[in-house]
């Protein structure tokens, strides 16, 4: 494993450790970055890379607590741990210890969507901006929520510890919500640019979670939601390293195995009786996994499905994904006629929403609409792989007003 992975992996388990210690989020976060540092230059690689980052962070922690005199040297008495092993101690009852993190992360004392971002930040080490765009919000927007719930946790002496499991119940929400937008942010960085393993890595934990919770339902449909997302991953890029749109992916190319985990886990959560978002989202993936097995997509489920999705758990980004299903029910009209009606300031800038008008524009022959749309879209901090594929949709336009589908 090359330097920088090792150090990505020690990310959560060293600034978890520090919080849990000194629970200061900020300093926490500070002093893993000045030790990462250090350990690039440093002349040898440790043996143990996350203990020699804990033990150099924490004494940096110290000395910025001693600068504060009496507080500093009471918490150094207090805390006399020289050694990651000292930390890692604690009762186990859930044997993984970036979901136990995130579970920690998500304390009931906290918003949830505060909860949800500061786990996306100090636990899957998301960059704020990433984290806004996921909650549709500004950048300063979300850099205050994050403050501000860092700021809770260290002034109101939240006990960043796991609680028993009779407890997990009122985290578990949110703990699902941060595997989804952490997969969410994934799979729009198609290429891998933000973090390769981010994907692979979360996959990874909404299997754990559909094992540790079983009588869970929605844990199960998460589970099911990141696995059929993820069966597409291989089929999502073209030879150029440009992204490739589920409606043109050659279907050979997607995970079956992965499917059939995820069909297995809908089925088991199906006969639990309680349906939820999270299962209605996975349904829907699966309905486009059929396309592999009956050449077509059933357009008309996949639209119904969003309608109900839409009373469950009402969102922009779900009236957006309403619309383009709309579109291939009822026409480009109906679907543009939903996409104006969504009313947050915010959703209208986002990328979804300007590539879905401009599609709809293309349909409806309205090529210079279309063309400001990718436009507008392009204008922002666009990953290369959907950078590829909006300007050859772009130059495509010129050719074809109706080439966008």
Known sequence: MNLAREIADARPRVISALAVQFRDLDLAEDAFADAAIKLIEHAERPERVASWLFVVARRKVLDAVRRQARQGRALERSAPVEDMADIFTMPEPIADERLRLIFICCHPALAIEARTALALKVICGLRVDVIARLFVTSEATMYQRITRAKAKVRDAGIAFELPPRKAWGERL?????????????????????????????????????????????????????VW?????????????????????????????????????????????????????????????ARK???????????????????????GPMIAVNRAVALEKTKGASAALEALDAIEQPRVRTSRPYLVARAQMYSQ??????????????????????????????????????????
């Open 173 to 225: 929400e949110a703990v699902l919500l941060t595997l989804e937008l952490a997969y969410t942010a994934a799979y729009q960085d198609a290429a891998g640019e933000i973090d390769p393993e981010l994907s692979a890595e979360v996959a990874r934990l909404a299997a754990l979670i559909a094992e540790l919770l079983p009588e869970e339902p929605e844990a199960l449909g998460l589970a099911a939601l």
């Open 228 to 288: 059929l997302a993820r069966s597409r991953e291989a089929a999502r890029l073209d030879a150029s390293g440009a992204m490739v749109p589920l409606s043109q992916q050659d279907t050979r190319n997607w995970d079956f195995a992965a499917i059939e985990t995820a069909r297995n886990w809908l089925d088991r959560a199906a006969k639990a009786g309680s349906s939820g978002p999270y299962q209605v989202m996975a349904a829907i993936q699966l309905t486009h």
């Open 292 to 314: 592999a097995f009956d050449g077509a997509t059933d357009w008309a489920a996949v639209a119904a499905m969003y309608d109900a999705l839409m009373a469950m758990r009402p």
């Open 364 to 405: 409806l022959g309205q090529s210079d609409a279309a063309r400001k749309e990718l436009s507008r879209a392009l204008a922002q901090n666009v990953p290369r792989a959907e950078r590829l594929f909006l300007e050859r949709k772009l130059s495509e336009l010129a050719q074809n007003p109706r080439s966008i589908s």
